[in-house]
């Protein structure tokens, strides 16, 4: 592992430090706007009061925290998507990779780093038309389960079993906190119909929380819910009709496993024109300056 100096030097003085995932970058934003949105988001940390980290693996190598020519090698080579699983073969084989939730949390946890700013969890797949269940679940709700890093998002994908996906967490035993919501958020949408079991206002409250689970005896990180700013949601109305069709050609094409969620967002991003676009961008820098503020109130803690 290599760990960026400014996020070494933080990291020995207590100081607050944010993990960032680099999928989104290299697979979930179109080349050029992926790298305007890189340093948005390192931006967005900094003007908190935290130090940025953004994780991958580069030349087989693990990597905490990255300068801008290593920004520009994410967001323009067509970089392996690195799940935990895949981190052992991508460096046993000196590959480059851009890491997932699972793997970005495991590697933060490794460094030190407690606390992740990103986009939308991954959770339990819809089961395919016909099928009544799915076994198709996102490795991110076990490694959720296992590491004690705090996880701030805008709840999953619409695109996914929502009810599922929470009672998932419910079994794993990880706390589900809403922030400034009494419902669990669906990314492009600020609510579910699926009410959360706590909420907290401010960011000490979310520190105070995330601070008293790691002193009990669970292992397992925080989630923290935070919805899309209103501005910036979906129309309800494009949602759902993007949903229903996008739903129809994942049914048609027959798109199984990890393929369907891809599909299903690339079918968002060109009927809409753009629009879930801007607001997954709008999500995830309101994710990463919460997760910044909440990093600074656990340094001070």
Known sequence: MRVAQEVSAALADGLPVVALESTLLAHGLPPGRNRKVADA?????????????????????????????????V???????????????????????????????LVAHAAGIGVFGTGGLGGVHLPP??????????????????????VVCSGVKSVLDIA?????????????????TDSFPAFYRRESCF???????????????????????????VLVANPVPVEHELDAALHDRLLTEGMAKVAAADVRGGDVTPV???????????????????????????????????AKI
């Open 129 to 150: 038309p016909g099928e009544g269940s799915s076994w198709d679940v996102s490795a991110d709700l076990d490694v959720l389960a296992s590491t004690p890093v705090a």
């Open 75 to 105: 967001c323009s080579a067509d970089l392996a998507k690195l799940s935990a699983r895949d981190l052992g073969p991508a460096i046993a084989l000196g590959r480059d990779g851009a890491t997932t939730i699972a793997s970005t949390a």
């Open 164 to 180: 599922a996906t929470i009672e998932v967490l419910e079994t794993r035993s990880v706390p589900v906190v809403g922030y400034r």
């Open 41 to 73: 988001v390192e931006a967005t940390v900094r003007e908190a009061g935290a130090v940025p980290a953004t994780i991958a693996v580069l030349d087989g190598r693990l990597r905490v925290g990255l300068d801008a020519a290593d920004l520009d090698r």
């Open 264 to 298: 299903l967002l690339e079918h968002f991003h060109t009927a809409s024109d753009g629009a879930s676009l801007d607001t997954n961008e709008a999500l995830v820098l309101a994710n990463v300056g919460l997760a910044a503020e909440i990093a600074v109130a656990l």
């Open 195 to 221: 009410p959360l079991p706590w909420r907290v206002d401010a960011p000490a409250s979310a520190a105070a929380v995330i601070a008293a689970h790691r002193r009990g005896p669970a292992r397992s990180g």
